[in-house]
């Protein structure tokens, strides 16, 4: 089965110097991607800057913007059995990148204007597919600080997605940039699922073989 994966963060400039972003390690994708690259799959890695060494195996694409990324997916998708999107992907960019550093000035204040960046996953939803050509099953991370199923479950909703991945990131030791995670899964069928906390690497196998169980790969 081919597998695309996204991970890590995305960089959203506003000058040559600057840029939007967060706190996204790109780990769990990874893991995801060195899961199922251990299981036979070929595996097609989008992954913003991170400070991770590739898997060997994987076909890894490196994108800086959230742009970037939504082309490179868009680019790959057709190829894909199944897409999970694990980046942190800016909601936002800025409205303009100036060409010069801003200055700092005289100014007391400072008022940046942003607009949304392309939604990769809810673009995957109305994705245009040949009769005999299935949808890839889409799989959608949540990062939430409250109201985590309620939130995962909304997201489900509104992106068409066949499963959420949801991930608390309000607390220390687990979600952004720590090696462990505790996830809930929540099916299109309503099904929920909780895998306990855990180090990324095995959550990474363990979502993999529900992959095979539940889209029946
Ligand atoms: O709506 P929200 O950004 O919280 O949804 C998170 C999910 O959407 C993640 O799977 C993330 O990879 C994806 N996403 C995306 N493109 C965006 C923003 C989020 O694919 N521009």
Redesign the pocket.
């Known amino acids: 089965m081919k597998i695309l994966v996204?991970a890590g963060p995305?960089r959203e400039p506003l000058d040559p110097v600057r840029y939007l972003s967060n706190r996204s390690s790109g780990k769990m994708g990874y893991a995801i991607a060195q899961a199922a690259l251990d299981t036979g799959h070929e595996v097609v890695l989008i992954s913003g800057p991170v400070a991770l060494a590739a898997p060997p195996r994987a076909r890894t694409v490196q994108v800086t913007t959230?742009d970037e990324?939504?082309e490179a997916?868009h680019a790959w998708v057709r190829d894909a059995d199944v897409c999970v999107?694990?980046?942190?992907?800016?909601?936002f960019r800025p409205a303009k990148i100036e060409p010069r550093k801003i200055k700092k000035g005289a100014r007391s204040s400072f008022t940046l204007e942003l607009v949304?960046?392309?939604?990769?996953?809810?673009?995957?939803r109305d994705l245009p597919r040949a009769e005999n050509d299935p949808r890839p099953f889409v799989?959608?991370?949540?990062?939430?600080t409250n109201d985590v199923l309620a939130?995962a479950q909304e997201?489900l909703r509104?992106?068409g997605?066949a499963l959420?991945?949801a991930n608390d990131v309000s607390g220390a030791g687990v979600g952004f940039d720590s090696d462990e995670n505790e996830l809930t899964l929540i099916f299109a069928s309503g099904e929920i699922r909780v895998l306990a906390r855990a180090k990324k690497t095995v959550l990474a196998a363990s979502l993999v073989k529900i992959f095979h169980e539940f889209f029946n790969l």
Not at 116 to 124: A, G, N
Not at 139 to 144: T, W
């Open positions: 996204t995305t959230s990324m939504y997916v999107l694990c980046a942190a992907v800016a909601d949304p960046t392309r939604d990769i996953l809810l673009s995957l799989v959608g991370f949540a990062a939430e939130h997201k509104a992106k997605c959420i991945v």
